[in-house]
């Protein structure tokens, strides 16, 4: 049960008002957060609202039109978590970013339900990007999500995967990598060629374990129902009722990109995921990076950029995004100027640039 007071303005204070919220039925834990870090986050963004906690009483003091604000958005809270949600700080923010931007919408139907429930643990968008990139999936064949780290990208994307084979909508599911990381190359690491593959495969097989029974999964893996493989493992298949997500996509070639998306065959849905930011390769050869100018236009591909605002780690994982993306521009900016003045002092004083400027001079005898 909830119920809220509001008493009016307080004397001697005009357009002041006071709020009480008193909440039944609900640990306050789950609506505050550890170390009440929810609660840090309402009062961020409703700055100069006050927001006392006495037991399972919620105070909202300040300016009316704020304290109503706050009271819709921690009421909206309690919707979501009477609805078995465990709140992010990122469900907060947004569902604030909701209401501000239209007060009759309420998120927790906007973000839609959970994908998967799993062992007490419910997977669901919260955001509004990641709620256009969950949609997307299910009406487009292949679809790309491309966005920092920490967006849920290929999270989300194995979760609609094991619900499509749930739901008996494919028959197996394929995830694959490629086997590219940072400065490493897997002929120099020990091992045969199955112990040298499983480092750069094992963040999918966690995920996996998390969102099944860990007993399962070893056995769907045996007997193919559930892939797991390097990206050159695709060449020369045509993969018929399938899910097929592949991960790191930054890290393939055109080539192999060209490649894994001419695999699809009938019954089946791709999702590829990448951070553009993050290529191990050398400079312009990334596939992820091309196929958004080659097939933005082609009709049931969908493109999903994910952004800084769509980050459901750590609060401070969007900001190190946002620093290190305005790092990137200045330093392409200070390329661009070093390349004009280059330019211009190639040219020489008074001299256009013409086409006979950049013929090689002739050498004198």
Do not use: C
């Amino acid at each position: 049960m909830v119920s809220a007071e509001s008493p009016g303005p307080r004397s001697n204070e005009p357009g002041q008002s006071q709020v009480r919220i008193t909440v039944d039925g609900v640990a306050m834990v789950r609506l505050l957060g550890a170390d009440d870090r929810l609660l840090a986050t309402v009062e961020k963004e409703h700055p100069g609202v006050g927001v006392h906690v006495r037991g399972n009483e919620i105070t909202l003091t300040g300016e009316t039109a704020r304290v109503e604000a706050a009271r819709r958005l921690i009421e909206e809270l309690l919707v979501m978590v009477r609805g078995g949600r465990d709140l992010a700080e990122s469900e907060v923010s947004t569902s604030s970013r909701m209401l501000h931007e239209d007060s009759s919408t309420s998120p927790s139907e906007r973000l839609g339900p959970a994908i998967l429930s799993s062992r007490g643990k419910s997977i669901r968008p919260k955001t509004i990007g990641q709620k256009q990139y969950v949609d997307a999936i299910d009406t487009d064949t292949i679809v790309f999500g491309i966005g920092p780290a920490g967006t849920g990208k290929t999270y989300l994307a194995m979760a609609k995967a094991v619900q499509a084979l749930q739901r008996k909508e494919v028959e197996r599911i394929i995830l694959t990598r490629p086997a590219v990381e940072a400065g490493e190359r897997l002929g120099f690491l020990p091992g045969s060629l199955t112990e040298k593959i499983d480092p750069y495969l094992r963040p999918l097989y966690d995920a996996l374990n998390e969102m099944m029974d860990p007993e399962l999964v070893p056995k769907l893996l045996a007997a193919g129902t559930i892939e797991v493989a390097p990206l050159a493992y695709m060449r020369g298949r045509t993969l018929n009722s399938s899910f097929v997500v592949l991960d790191e996509a930054q890290n393939t070639t055109p080539e192999q990109m060209k490649m894994f998306l001419t695999r699809l065959g009938f019954g089946s849905k791709m999702v590829v995921t990448g951070d553009i930011t993050q290529i191990d390769l050398p400079a312009g050869s990334s596939g992820l990076r091309l196929v958004g100018r080659v097939l933005d236009q082609v009709d049931d591909i969908r493109f999903v950029r994910l952004t800084s605002a769509d980050v459901v780690r750590h609060s401070l994982v969007g900001r190190i995004v946002d620093a290190w993306t305005e790092y990137d521009a200045q330093k392409q900016a200070e390329r661009y100027e070093s390349d004009q003045a280059r330019e211009f002092a190639n040219r020489g004083p008074g001299r256009p640039n013409t086409p006979r400027d950049r013929l090689p001079k002739r050498r004198s005898s």
